[in-house]
């Protein structure tokens, strides 16, 4: 069957690394002693620790996660893991994100925040970049207790926007977040421009890619009207 996509009426966005750039948390760790490499590792084992919990019935927060993954690679200590941690509260938007915004903005599409992150960093670095009054809310499925990719965490996210979720669409820089967004039937939208060079291909494919934000909101514009 033809699996037939139309713009979408809200577009969701993630936020660690599609968003925003985790460049301070590498600093904050090579200031810690720790080398420059090791911000993916640790990224990527938080991913894991939170998959994992919540995969066998369990939840717990991105931060616990975070600061988890530090004390099983790293020497630091609990007050340093923190600090680290707190981090992610000074990130500032990549350079794409602004126009992508402005121009879902002026095609009169609503654009959201969807993460399992901590609450507040969207917000904290959407301002930072001056992009806060282009996204009409900034939602965490910490609020549910999920992590993404589960059905559960789009599909709350469909109905705190009061969309159907074949009209919301998922713009993220990983393809397990884009799987996650098809399978629980939103728009799915992926972006090489971050670390993640190309869609993983074990994966259906995404609805629409490209390789910066506009070009994501450009292909989703481009879909027909519903």
């Not at 207790?145 to 993220?172: F, H, I, N, Q, T």
Request: charged share 20%; glycine share 8%; aromatic share 6%.
């Amino acid at each position: 069957m033809t699996d037939t996509r139309t713009r979408p009426d809200v577009v969701a966005f993630d936020v660690n690394e599609t968003l925003l750039d985790l460049a301070p948390v590498r600093a904050a760790l090579v200031e810690h002693g720790q080398p420059e490499h090791l911000l993916p590792v640790v990224f990527g084992r938080t991913l894991l620790t939170g998959f994992a919990a919540a995969t066998t019935g369990t939840w717990c927060s991105f931060r616990s996660a975070f600061e988890a993954s530090l004390a099983q690679v790293t020497g630091l200590t609990a007050v340093q893991r923190s600090a680290e941690a707190d981090v992610f509260l000074q990130l500032a938007p990549h350079p794409d994100v602004e126009p992508a915004l402005r121009r879902l903005r002026e095609a009169g599409v609503r654009a959201v925040t969807l993460t399992h992150g901590s609450p507040g960093v969207a917000e904290a670095g959407l301002s930072r970049g001056g992009v806060r009054a282009l996204v009409e809310r900034c939602l965490t499925a910490e609020t549910i207790r999920a992590w993404k990719p589960s059905r559960e965490a789009y599909l709350w996210a469909a109905g705190v926007c009061d969309v159907a979720p074949d009209r919301m669409a998922l713009v993220a820089a990983h393809s397990w977040d884009v799987l996650g967004a098809r399978r629980a039937g939103l728009t799915a939208a992926f972006t090489s421009a971050r670390s993640e060079r190309v869609y993983a291909d074990v994966y259906e494919p995404p609805h629409v890619q490209g390789g910066s934000l506009p070009d994501v909101v450009d292909a989703l514009l481009a879909l027909p009207p519903a």
